[in-house]
């Protein structure tokens, strides 16, 4: 079961949306513009709807297994994040708030309860529940406003990193000239020899906001490896979403 809560986990850790909120300029060129200004276009771009429905559908392979299966995602902006696996049947169910990661199985009958330290150990780093919120809705995964930015242009893209990296990780955004929305972020580990990738493509502009239809997310560690491909089949915005959870009485408890 530990697979498909990192699917949920790696998809979370993965998503966006755009910033010109009712325009995608294909043709646009990625011209000289200051670090701060790109940073400053990039925070505006946030998402700024309070709900979030959406039917996803994941492929998983991480050289031992292969699965395709479907998530329903349902979000409470800075309250909750919640997610269904099913394959014929329900098989994962997840919540997270800002102090818990909660899981349950109905296929396995266990259950995880815990802090995000199961996340921090998966994706290599520290991660709290606004950094996750923030990927998952194609937000930097740290406020490029609170540090300074240097910028390079590559491939038609504006590319950030902080001015002064961590010694533990070092984080790459590539923004947009479209809509100043993330084409890619990058994660680097290099004293655990890990590496996240996460692309976004094919954006669609929905009820006011610019969102992702595709993700790719690689993951490596070592002689590890993790791909998942992510279509979202549908996105709805600012619905009413049902987020109720409740682990069952008899499932046995996962300690990981």
């Not at 329903?72 to 099913?86: A, G």
């Not at 990193?161 to 890619?184: A, G, M, N, T």
């Amino acid at each position: 079961m530990k697979y498909l809560f990192r699917i949920c986990v790696l998809l979370l850790f993965f998503t966006s949306c755009g910033t010109n909120k009712r325009v995608i300029d294909a043709n646009a060129i990625a011209e000289k513009m200051s670090a701060r200004k790109v940073a400053r276009k990039h925070v505006a771009a946030n998402f700024d709807k309070k709900t979030l429905a959406a039917k996803v559908k994941v492929k998983f392979d991480n050289g031992k297994t292969k699965e395709s299966v479907s998530v329903t995602m349902r979000i409470v902006k800075d309250e909750v994040i919640w997610l269904k696996v099913t394959k014929f049947i329900t098989i994962l169910k997840v919540k997270i708030t800002p102090t818990s990661v909660q899981y349950y199985s109905p296929f396995f009958k266990n259950y995880y309860d815990g802090d995000f330290s199961s996340l921090e150990e998966l994706l290599g780093f520290e991660i709290n529940f606004e950094q996750l919120q923030n990927v998952l809705l194609g937000q930097s995964i740290q406020n490029v406003k609170k540090q300074k930015q240097q910028l390079e242009i590559k491939d038609n893209a504006f590319v950030l990193s902080p001015k002064v990296q961590s010694d533990l990780f070092k984080i790459f955004y590539s923004v947009s000239p479209s809509h100043f929305k993330l084409e890619k972020q990058q994660i680097v580990n290099p004293i655990k020899q890990q590496q996240l990738d996460i692309s976004y493509s094919n954006y669609k502009i929905i009820e006011a906001e610019i969102f992702p239809t595709n993700i790719t997310i690689k993951a490596q560690q070592k002689k590890k490896y993790t791909h998942i491909d992510a279509t979202f089949k549908s996105v709805k915005l600012n619905t009413k979403v049902n987020t109720s959870f409740r682990i069952p009485a008899n499932y046995k408890r996962l300690n990981l």
